[in-house]
């Protein structure tokens, strides 16, 4: 369990003493508090909250590794908000901060300490919300609302609305850069960095499913006709949810490969992500739409995870391989091949893995497939593959620069690699330039990341460069 610093736990506690005082007075005797409104708004943001919670209410984003997204605060969750925005509108700001009180206190908590996450929530919610009200009364909100035969004042009522929302997203983004500092002890302008720009756009779709349910509350129909702008949003958002929930498995199962391949070959260490992220800029450069972008990563990523069924000593032998010791790892694209087979989000990158060490005239492995036999997506890593090796030093090799890997390819062009594949990494660095890393276990500073000059021809007594480049 991870310790909350002391700062953190006085900026949640200072939170809950500000939630408390902006909801007490809706609680005093005497309060002219619509109850009956309060608590169906309280019951439909419990209903929501507890069963699932949805990526489209993210407040705000930070990245884990390389990998996706997770929730900005370490005490905080994700909410669905129309509700808690349609309660800004319709009623005064004490009331509207009681709605977010039950579903803040019994939504899952996955990660401990459960109670100060849970009062965080609360707290955090209640004084959005009541901010957001106070602004709406101010701006006359309710009352452009309209109220039974009486319909809604449009369009003026979209400006207060607007601002409300607007409102409720600058309070939370501040509160949630305040817990990141605290609590992850951040400086505080990396803390806020971003979270405004990346919370709008899943508070306008709220906001705007707020006012759409506040009209219809409003209106003859009363609260039943609002569950029919709730209800579809919610199953859109819980589907999404759903894929984001998928996304985020597949993005975990591909690390875990990566980290056993980085493990086992600590030579190659970062190899994958470089010939990943090289195996982009090619199909970028060639067209490829962004569903098949991802793809071609997975088929760069997942390249080598054969070498998992490679013996250790082959891999880390520092001298030259026997012939006994080339077939054994020659053999490396078949068995990665066979591990990813039943992994059914790869698609075709399942056949990048397979074939990446096939050659345009035919001379590679494991098939001796020629030409346009070779899937495309091969062809494509295969250039990334060679060029990341040449540009790394290795225990059985020093990087060579970045211009003179990209002579070798163009020099191979046609008989091992694909043209266009080479050319189009040409272009890529030309655009984005290259950073050049040490992947053996030692400490040397990485290159700047500079332009990469582009050679007219191959420098004189190059020799081919992926067999003599990479083992496998």
């Given at each position: 369990?991870k ?7 006085g ?9 408390a005082?902006?909801t007490?007075?809706a ?11 309060v ?7 419990t209903?929501?909250?507890v ?21 900005v ?10 509700v808690?925005?349609a309660?800004a509108?319709?009623?005064?700001p ?84 305040g817990?990141?500092?605290?609590a ?7 803390a ?7 919370s ?10 707020g ?11 009363g609260?039943v006709a ?8 919610y ?27 980085d ?24 067209g ?16 080598d ?14 001298g ?37 060490h096939?050659r ?9 497939l ?5 899937p ?19 225990c ?27 050319e189009?990494?040409?272009?890529a ?8 890393e040490?992947?053996a ?13 582009r ?12 067999p ?5």
């Amino acid at each position: 369990m991870k310790v909350v610093p002391h700062t953190a736990r006085g900026y949640v506690g200072c939170a809950l003493l500000a939630a408390a005082a902006v909801t007490l007075p809706a609680l005093r005797p005497g309060a002219d508090t619509p109850w009956q409104t309060v608590l169906l708004l309280a019951a439909l943001n419990t209903v929501c909250e507890v069963p699932a919670r949805c990526p489209l209410a993210t407040r705000s984003h930070r990245r884990s590794g390389r990998g996706g997204a997770v929730p900005v605060s370490p005490l905080g969750t994700v909410s669905f908000f129309p509700v808690l925005l349609a309660a800004a509108l319709l009623l005064p700001p004490a009331a509207a901060a009681l709605t977010a009180l039950p579903g803040a206190v019994l939504a899952r908590v996955d990660q401990p300490p459960a109670g100060l996450r849970r009062a965080w929530r609360a707290a955090e919610l209640a004084l959005a919300v009541w901010a957001a009200a106070l602004v709406g009364q101010l701006l006359q909100c309710p009352g452009a609302l309209g109220r039974g035969a009486l319909g809604p004042d449009f369009p003026y009522v979209l400006l207060p609305a607007a601002v409300t929302a607007l409102t409720f997203c600058l309070v939370l983004t501040a509160l949630d850069g305040g817990i990141r500092a605290t609590a992850e002890q951040m400086p505080p302008r990396t803390a806020w960095r971003g979270l405004l720009a990346r919370s709008l756009a899943p508070h306008s779709v709220h906001g705007l499913a707020g006012l759409m349910m506040a009209v219809l509350w409003r209106s003859g129909y009363g609260p039943v006709a609002a569950l029919f702008v709730l209800l579809p949003m919610y199953i859109s958002c819980w589907g999404f949810a759903q894929y984001h929930r998928e996304r985020a498995a597949h993005q975990a199962t591909i690390r875990a490969l990566v980290q056993a391949v980085d493990i086992k070959d600590r030579y190659t260490r970062g190899h994958s992500e470089r010939v990943g992220h090289a195996s982009v800029l090619i199909a970028r450069e060639l067209g490829m739409p962004e569903p098949r972008l991802e793809v071609v990563r997975f088929a760069g990523i997942l390249h080598d995870v054969g070498k998992l069924g490679v013996p250790t000593r082959v891999l880390r032998k520092d001298g030259p391989l026997t012939p006994e010791e080339r077939r054994v790892i020659e053999l490396h694209p078949e068995y990665g091949h066979e591990m990813v087979r039943g992994i059914g989000f790869l698609g075709e990158a399942r056949t990048a893995i397979l074939h990446h060490h096939e050659r345009m005239d035919g001379s590679g492995y494991p098939y001796g497939l020629k030409g346009h036999e070779i899937p495309e997506y091969a062809r494509v890593v295969a250039v990334a593959d060679a060029f990341d090796a040449m540009t790394s030093t290795r225990c059985y090799s020093r990087a060579r620069p970045v211009g003179t890997a990209l002579a070798e390819l163009e020099r191979c062009a046609g008989t091992q690699f694909d043209p266009r594949m080479v050319e189009a990494l040409a272009r890529a660095l030309d655009r984005h330039g290259w950073q050049t890393e040490v992947t053996a276990d030692e400490t040397t500073v990485p290159a700047p990341r500079t332009p990469a000059p582009r050679p007219a021809s191959a420098p004189p007594g190059a020799q081919a460069p992926a067999p003599a480049r990479e083992r496998g």
